[in-house]
């Protein structure tokens, strides 16, 4: 499997971060069609999701991924929506 190309965030995505004591808050609103890759979404659905951060300042690249194995999506999360 190829790696997926990194992008800035999509139209429409917002994020803060915030520090705290222990760390970061993040927060973000993404549209749905972002979610769903542009598929109809039926109710309840679910999609795979990973966060990945990433640092490239410096020259070294940084990253930091909450679940999963880099691009190995059948290792994501999975983020459901009730309906």
């Known amino acids: 499997m190829t ?5 800035p965030a999509p139209v429409g995505v917002r994020a ?9 808050d993040l927060e973000a609103a993404i549209p749905l069609a972002v979610l769903a ?3 109809e ?3 309840p659905a ?4 990973s966060l990945l951060v ?7 690249v940084h990253q930091l ?3 999963g194995r880099g691009d190995d999506q059948a290792t994501w999360g999975r983020l459901t ?3």
């Open 3 to 7: 790696g997926l190309q990194e992008l």
């Open 16 to 24: 803060a971060v915030v520090p705290t004591a222990a760390g970061y």
């Open 37 to 39: 890759d542009n598929h």
């Open 41 to 43: 979404l039926r109710f």
């Open 46 to 49: 679910a999609v795979g999701l």
């Open 54 to 60: 990433t640092d490239p300042d410096g020259g070294e």
């Open 65 to 67: 991924q909450w679940v």
């Open 81 to 83: 929506f009730a309906g």
